[in-house]
């Protein structure tokens, strides 16, 4: 393989379905006959349906360090965060000792951890080579009301503000929305004005005031961009989501698959 792989860090709030995405793209992927490396920086992840390539619980789990040093399950998450910092070169090198043309890596639940650590910062440098995105999850739960799709535009920015890669901002669990949620949700990222419209409506207490402002904010930075639906459990929207990384990372060029690609 001529070119470094192509790195996707899944970001999101918790419960967003990171994990589950990560899962279904790799198995996307993989059935295309591309190759992809499943990387856990998870170190609370629970449960085996990641089945990670390389899983950072090998080097700095969150249940050790509670017990080891008599911390709740929030500070235990700060110290780990740090920790793994220490430890991105041996999983550099156990993602090398794998061929990939896409790495794909699943972040820690809170969404906080990521974005806002400095650690966050080395770790995404280290690992994410010079053709990285950063696909920011938009949970619909979070998202059906104006003023929760402002804020999640307003964390997928902070994201953006944080590592400045290109983001790949996604609409997890698409199926979960009614098509006519799903068309108001879509119309509110391609249409400024109708998510404008949309806070404004809602606008009657204080605080939702102030998420019209904060919406002012983010139609001044720049364009929203577009929102793809997908969805892990349905798998759809995944040959999107892999054109889109594509058109980001590769000009729009289509891999070479590295093996035959298998019937889904
Ligand atoms: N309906 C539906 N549920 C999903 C989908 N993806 C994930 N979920 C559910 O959402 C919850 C959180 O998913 P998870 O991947 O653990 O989220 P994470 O915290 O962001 O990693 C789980 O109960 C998943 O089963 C999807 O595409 N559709
Ligand atoms: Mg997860």
Redesign the pocket.
């Known amino acids: 393989m001529s070119e470094e792989p192509a790195a996707v860090f ?1 970001a ?13 793209f790799a198995d996307w992927l993989r059935s295309n006959g591309y190759d992809a490396t499943v990387v856990n920086l ?1 170190p609370g992840l629970e449960g085996d349906e990641l089945a990670p390539d390389v899983d950072i619980r090998e080097w700095v789990r969150l249940a050790d360090l509670q017990d080891e040093y008599g911390l709740g399950p929030n500070g235990a998450q700060i110290a780990a965060a740090d920790m793994i910092a220490l430890k991105i070169f041996e999983v550099k090198q156990a993602i090398a000792e794998n061929s990939a043309d896409y790495l794909l890596f ?1 972040t820690p ?1 809170q969404v906080e951890l990521f974005a806002f650590r400095e650690a966050s910062r080395a770790i995404v440098e280290a690992l994410g080579g010079d053709r990285a995105v950063i696909s920011f ?1 938009f ?1 619909p739960a979070l998202a059906r009301t104006a003023s929760g799709f402002v804020s999640l535009l307003l964390l997928s920015a902070t994201v953006e503000f944080r590592f400045r890669l290109p983001m790949v901002n996604v609409l ?5 929305l009614t098509p006519e949620q799903l068309g108001e949700l879509l119309a509110w990222a391609e249409e400024p004005g109708r998510l404008g419209d949309a806070v404004e409506a809602g606008a009657r207490t204080p605080d939702l005031q102030l998420s019209t402002e904060l919406f002012r904010a983010i139609e001044t930075v720049g364009p929203i961009g577009g929102l793809l639906p ?5 798998r759809t929207g995944l040959e999107e989501f892999y054109r889109e990384c594509q058109r980001i990372l590769a000009g729009g060029e289509d891999l070479e698959p590295s093996h035959e690609a298998a019937p889904n």
């Open positions: 899944l999101g709030t918790a419960g967003a379905g990171k994990t589950t995405f990560v899962r279904a998870d699943d639940g999850l949970d997890a669990k698409s199926d979960a997908t969805s892990a459990k349905e």
